[in-house]
Structures are given as C-alpha cells and as structure tokens.
Nanobody, 127 residues
C-alpha cells in the first residue's frame, strides 16, 4: 500500500524551530520529487518547498526562503522540512506529497502535479 506519513508537528513559540518528517511506505522515494504544502484555516493550500529526485535541487516559496530547508535521506525513505525562525503566520496543517516526474527537471510546488499525499501534521506557532 502506497502511503506517506508526516510527523514532527506541534506547538512552538515564535522564533522556534521544528523538523517535519515525511516517510514513505509501499514505494521508494528516490525517484520522486517531494513537495511540502500547507493550509491554514480559511486559506488556500500553499506550496512551501520541494526537492527534485534528479539532482537534489530545491525550491522554496518566498514566504519561507531563508528559514526553511528541505532535504532527503533516501536510505531512510524520508524527506525532512527543517523550519527555523517560525512565525505565527506559519501556523497550518503541513502536507507532504510525491510526484513521479516524466523528465529530469527542477521540482515545482504545483499541487496538481503531485500524485500521492500524506494526511498532514499540525504546526502551531504561538506564544
């Protein structure tokens, strides 16, 4: 059974850090681009970061660039999102997703391209 499971969410104070994990089962992440998305109450889903399967290149949305880092450990079939200097506006449910690219190319955070999705993990930034 193909499955993505996020973990690592929680409550953190502004300025704090969290590391989210996205672990796959039933398939190997090596060949997939992985994206992180988030959705806050009353807002549309937002693409946050992604990492390419072909060359490991990454992309981050302007809202998180310089604060968030995405990385992958293929041996553990896991992708991480390190989130530093967290702000209250980062509060959302965070989802990871996997896309099998047709051709080697930079990853994108266009949700429609992604085939497999996790159930999400809540991140709350509040004092």
């Amino acid at each position: 059974q193909v499955q993505l499971v996020e973990s690592g969410g929680g409550l953190v104070q502004p300025g704090g850090s969290l590391r989210l994990s996205c672990t796959a089962s039933g398939f190997t992440l090596d060949y997939y681009d992985i994206g992180w998305f988030r959705q806050a109450p009353g807002k549309e889903r937002e693409g946050v970061s992604c990492i390419s399967s072909s060359d490991g290149s990454t992309h981050h949305a302007d809202s998180v660039r310089g604060r968030f880092t995405i990385s992958r450990d293929n041996a553990k079939n896991t992708v991480y999102l390190q989130m530093n200097s967290l702000k209250p506006e980062d509060t959302a449910v965070y989802y990871c997703a996997a896309e099998l690219p047709l051709n080697p190319s930079p990853c994108t955070v266009v949700a429609a391209f992604y085939e497999y999705w996790g159930q999400g993990t809540q991140v709350t930034v509040s004092s």
